[in-house]
């Protein structure tokens, strides 16, 4: 069999690995000079005297970073590599990147970042997460120290925040268990109405009987206005890089299942100065050992076309036909055709529509219909999945971090929508120069939560790093960032989770022989479209093409007292152990839930 991979990002690597692991004969095609999952990184020299934004220019649209003359002299420095985005992750949502990272021998190590929150008007901190999934110790922002009416109210917040987070956590553990009424499980429930019902009944929360008399709570008004508006909007937003107008339309259940997931578990990086490209070199080197044609980089498709397995019979058991566009140093573009028994678009879903639509045309023999409607299906389901824009730069502009004192590993900034100064100065700072850096002014609907993480150099570069160097990474930014200190600038597309993804995911995929089309990304999966997506689409993908191609090994039997049950054998996917990453016995049994179904 024959299968081509269209896209090299982590979906689309991780597909072509598990097939050519399976003894699958691959081709991995890709529009870019380099692999998408690491297109985006830069390198850095690490003992360089002068200002290392100078051997950096801003990243073009392909995100292809051009050095100066400068920094060709120094070619040869030893460098560090930073992944844009962030390739940090936290353990409990991402049992099958964990899986397929171990399989690789990629080393992690635990990073659980501290998280500082702040606003812009006024501009100071008013809260601080000290990490851990909150099982440390609690901290303050520097400005309750300032007065002793401040410290109290502070406190006072605080302890307000854990009882929220404590009936979160019950709340989510009761989702999760499907304990919870139909009316709140239910994906047309968003966390805004979720929240201004649950924040009305925390404010009365019951009724004197004798007296008739409801007592009023300030629970309700602090769990609305600020532990969901001003600490869990932040951080979904910076999550999932959505609008905080998305995270407030996102089903609750969504929301649940996160936290419930994740709780008390690590967040991860990588370590021993691994990158994403060392990621991209292990899953792509079986598709190279193949041959050099079977990695075709700055390789464009033009279509996609079925070619019956014969004229006479029209049998939907037939091939695909590539058509594509190289293009070679000199910008000349040689054409190219492919014929292979399976495609799998590995691309955003705008690209993946596309190709689709020239694929349900060319499928018009009658005894192609189950074929064409599947497709015609395909990109209607496709339409439905959302973008929103996303910029990432990385710098070392220490004006856009909080105070000294209030600041954390990843620092956000919740902008506020306003007619005031802040906003008017934010319009004044624009230019048509080629020099400034993009930035998102909040506007209603649009306001994004500026996250930065302080970036940390890999364990074994630490000692070689000169200790005033900083780097920094700023996903959406809202605050000017000054253009000389900036190392690169990239402009990508993010996926939006789906609010309907039973309706929707269905379509995506397949499980007939006959298909001969996938569907594989972040957004081909349930939940919050992130790097577990991509791995996870993928494998449903492979064990699709599998079970419907490869012969079945023989039934087994296991005997027992009065009777034999048959048991279908196991086979780990591409070798990979895809239960190790659940991890040990209590993390398991914490993951475990009476019906096994797709709860997001």
């Not at 360089?48 to 920094?71: H, I, M, Q, Y």
């Not at 292990?282 to 700055?298: A, F, M, Y």
């Not at 972040?522 to 577990?532: D, F, Q």
Request: hydrophobic share 35%; with cysteine.
């Amino acid at each position: 069999m024959k299968v081509a991979v269209i896209g090299s990002g982590l979906a689309g690597l991780t597909t072509a690995y598990l097939l050519r692991k399976e003894g699958i004969e691959v081709w991995l095609i890709e529009k870019s000079d380099k692999l998408g999952f690491h297109s985006q990184s830069i390198e850095i020299p690490i003992t360089s005297n002068k200002g290392e934004a100078e051997n950096f220019t801003r990243n073009d649209s392909t995100g292809v970073n051009t050095k100066n003359e400068k920094a060709k002299e120094k070619e040869k420095e030893e460098k560090w590599v930073v992944d844009v985005p962030m390739r940090g992750f936290q353990g409990g949502y991402y049992p099958l990147l964990l899986s397929l990272y171990h399989h690789l021998g990629i080393p992690l190590q635990t990073a659980n970042y501290t998280f500082s929150f702040s606003s812009s008007i006024p501009s100071s901190t008013y809260f601080i997460h000290s990490g851990s999934s909150g099982y440390s110790w609690p901290s303050l922002p520097s400005r309750a120290y300032s007065n002793l009416f401040i410290l109290i109210k502070d406190i006072g917040t605080w302890f307000g925040v854990a009882i929220c987070y404590l009936m979160l956590v019950l709340l989510s553990f009761m989702g999760y268990h499907d304990l919870l009424p139909l009316c709140v499980t239910e994906s047309s429930v968003t966390l805004r109405e979720f929240t201004i019902s649950l924040s009305t009944f925390l404010a009365y929360p019951f009724t004197i009987p004798y007296f008739n008399y409801t007592p009023w709570t300030p629970l309700g008004g602090l769990f609305q206005d600020f532990f969901i508006g001003k600490i869990v909007i932040p951080l979904f937003s910076s999550v999932g890089t959505m609008t905080t107008s998305d995270v407030w339309s996102l089903p609750v259940r969504i929301i649940l299942e996160y936290i419930y997931l994740t709780l008390g578990t690590n967040h991860y990086q990588l370590s021993k100065g691994f990158s994403a490209a060392s990621i991209a070199d292990l899953l792509v080197g079986p598709v190279q050992k193949q041959g050099s044609d079977h990695v075709r980089l700055s390789t464009e498709l033009s279509s996609l076309e079925y070619i019956a397995a014969s004229q006479d019979s029209g049998d939907i058991g037939g091939s695909v036909k590539i058509s594509m566009r190289k293009c070679d140093a000199s910008d000349a573009e040689t054409s190219e055709e492919l014929l292979v028994d399976k495609v799998i678009l590995a691309t955003q879903a705008s690209v993946a529509k596309y190709l689709l639509a020239g694929l349900e045309d060319s499928l018009g023999n009658t005894r192609q219909d189950t074929e064409k409607r599947r497709v015609s299906e395909m990109r209607a389901a496709l339409h439905k999945i959302r973008y929103r824009k996303t910029i990432v730069v990385t710098h070392r502009d220490t004006s856009i971090l909080p105070a000294p004192k209030d600041r954390r590993d990843i620092n956000f900034l919740l902008p506020e929508i306003s007619s005031s100064p802040y906003l008017q100065y934010l319009s004044n700072t624009q230019s048509s120069t080629d020099d400034q850096v993009p930035f998102f002014i909040p506007i209603s609907g649009k306001v994004y939560t500026q996250a930065t993480q302080i970036m940390q150099p890999p364990r074994n570069l630490v000692t070689k790093c000169r200790p005033e160097v900083v780097v920094l990474q700023t996903t959406n930014p809202a605050l000017p960032i000054d253009p000389r200190k900036v190392l690169s600038v990239s402009k990508l597309e993010r996926a939006l989770p789906l609010k309907e993804p039973g309706k929707v995911l269905a379509f995506l995929r397949t499980n007939t022989p006959e298909s001969c089309v996938y569907i594989v990304g972040s957004y081909a999966y349930p939940g919050i479209p992130l790097l577990e997506g991509c791995v996870g689409s993928a494998k449903l993908a492979v064990e699709n093409i599998i079970r419907n191609t490869i012969p079945r090994p023989k039934p087994q039997f296991i005997r027992h007292r009065w009777h034999q049950e048959e048991v279908e054998p196991k086979k780990d996917i591409g070798g990979v152990n895809w239960e190790i990453g659940k991890g040990d016995k209590l993390q398991r049994w914490w993951r475990w839930r009476w019906i096994q179904t797709g709860w997001s």
